[in-house]
């Protein structure tokens, strides 16, 4: 994987976003900075239940399902409730996919369902069962970033980032539907990813370069 | 959003059985589920239609086009037999939400989608469609985006497709399933204005399903086209549209199709437009004045009088633009 020298530092850390979230949240929790960060205040395994909690009469029309993600066969028990955003991040830790609106307004949350561009937070979990399931963790083959991944920091086509999984899935479905043969297009079927740090123009130059790079056969 | 059940069917009778008092159906989701989250709907019971049959299939057949209403937006914008032959609801289609919500909701989901009014959406204000009885709080409040056509003391909530337009524009029906039997509606009768029960907006009976949508053969549809005014030039609900389709001999009109959306409180079928224009010279003047009967009977509202003369513009562009005058 080829990183610009700027994107480095974070990595030999050893520290993933994560983490510092998790620091970050241990902090701001008020403890001390002694205290074992991290673990310590993270979300743990025990919090992610991967099954009903148990009650007297039972959860009301709780439901075994499996999910198909990035490959991998994922059997939860779920409240029909549950969208396939928080299945993705609360139960299977896949915490690429972001939550923003969480109306189907902003395109954070985006995901391909059998290869397919949806929203995951208006999409229930127990109705994704069947299908190919692709988040942005599953998108880099091995340590080889995806080429939109790489025109991404080639380009610099983000700022704060939180966008930019869904900016990315939604642009590699974008690619391949065939909707890149202008900026105008692009802009167009890209309209469903808002980015509030508006990295657009960026956003654009990496949808072009990358569908150039996935003509030349690279993906 | 409130607990429910999910079931899910593979026989249209089950399903229809199976639903009742507090239950919905879902296709799509994308309207359901932002207004569940909203507690704005709150079934009991979902009932997935996905797997039922025959719902299906986009075709061209001898009296027209037949399409399942389980296609979803995306696939039906692009189907070429539709693009060549209608090119109206593909463009309505395309300038209709985003990529990834076309590619989930469901062409009968698309017609059912509920308001977008602000107060319907917000369970902290009266709003007659939402609560019947409360009142709305739209007719002196915010009322930017509204109606100013078959609007009435209890609601002035516009209705929010625009495939809806370009079908009612054309005719279109709707086939309806229920528990005894089948039944073809135009679409243009299915929506209802709100009169007094703006809760209900169409002729749907409690578990009744939209199995599938019937455009009646116009070979001279294939000039045809939507154009829809908003805020933002994507990714945004009408100010005002308009679909047209036009059959020209030399510069005479031997007839025309039109309906206008973001001005009605259904889909707005223009018919003394259309008589205004039959056998008329396509030019700028003709048009204009075709345009202001549109118009004839609307009520604005403090804040979207600018649609009495915008929707006239949007016709009027819409027109020229199709005739070639432009």
């Known amino acids: 994987m080829e990183l610009p020298a700027d994107c480095e530092p974070d990595r030999q850390e050893g520290s993933s976003r994560r983490e510092f979230i998790r620091r970050l949240a241990a902090v701001s929790a008020g403890l001390t900075v002694a205290a074992p960060l991290g673990r310590g205040a993270a979300v743990t395994q025990e919090s992610l239940p991967k099954s009903p909690p148990a009650t007297a009469d039972g959860p009301q029309g709780w439901t075994e399902i499996n999910l198909t993600v990035n490959g991998n066969s994922e059997r939860l028990v779920v409240d029909p409730r549950v969208t396939l955003l928080d299945a993705l991040r609360d139960r299977l830790e896949l915490i690429g996919t972001k939550k923003g609106c969480d109306r189907g307004a902003c395109g954070a949350c985006t995901v391909h369902l059998d290869g397919r561009r949806v929203l995951s937070c208006l999409t229930l979990a127990v109705m994704a069962q069947g299908k190919e399931i692709t988040t942005i963790e599953g998108l880099a083959k091995a340590d080889q970033l995806h080429p939109v991944q790489a025109a991404f920091i080639e380009c610099d086509g983000f700022q704060c980032g939180y966008c930019t999984p869904g900016q990315i899935m939604s642009a590699v479905a974008c690619i391949n539907e065939g909707h890149t043969s202008s900026d105008l297009e692009i802009r167009e079927f890209m309209s469903g990813n808002l980015c509030r740090c508006g990295a657009y123009p960026n956003i654009v130059d990496a949808i072009k370069v990358a569908a150039a790079k996935m003509k030349g056969g690279v993906n | ?326």
């Open chain 2, 1 to 326: 959003m409130r607990p429910f059940l999910y079931e899910s069917s593979s026989s249209v009778q089950e399903a229809i059985a199976r639903s009742g008092t507090g239950s919905a159906f879902i296709a799509g989701g994308t309207t359901i589920l932002d207004l569940m989250k909203l507690e704005v709907m709150n079934p009991s019971r979902l009932m997935d239609v996905n797997r039922l049959p025959h719902m299906r299939g986009i075709e061209m057949r001898e009296d027209g086009l037949r399409i399942g209403a389980l296609e979803k937006m995306s696939d039906v914008a692009a189907h070429p037999e539709l693009v060549a032959n209608y090119p109206v609801i593909s463009e309505a289609l395309l300038k209709s939400a985003s990529a990834q919500i076309r590619n989930m909701a469901s062409i009968g989901g698309n017609l059912l989608q509920r308001t977008r009014c602000g107060y319907f959406r917000d369970v902290a204000t009266p709003c007659n469609k939402r609560e019947p009885g409360s009142g709305c709080s739209a007719i002196d409040g915010e009322n930017r985006m509204h109606a100013i056509l078959g609007t009435s003391s209890s609601c002035i909530a516009t209705h929010p497709s625009d495939l809806a337009v370009a079908l009612v524009a054309l005719d279109a029906s709707v086939r309806l399933q229920n528990e005894v039997g089948e039944r073809l509606m135009k679409l243009d009768d299915f929506y209802l204005v709100p009169g007094t029960t703006p809760d209900r907006e169409n002729q749907l009976r409690p578990g009744e399903l939209i199995t599938e949508v019937r455009i009646p053969r116009l070979p001279w549809a294939r000039k045809s086209s939507y154009l829809k005014i908003r805020d933002r030039e994507s990714y945004e609900f009408a100010l005002t549209s308009a679909a047209v389709a036009l059959d020209l001999d030399g510069d005479t009109i031997r007839d025309v199709r039109i309906a206008v959306g973001g001005v009605g409180t259904k889909p707005w079928k223009l018919a003394t437009v259309r008589e205004a224009l039959v056998g008329k010279s396509l030019n700028h003047e003709t048009v204009v004045a075709a345009a202001k009967l549109a118009v004839d009977g609307a009520t604005p509202f403090p804040q979207n009088g600018f649609k009495v003369d915008l929707i006239q513009r949007t016709i009027v562009r819409a027109l020229v633009n199709l005739g070639g005058l432009a």
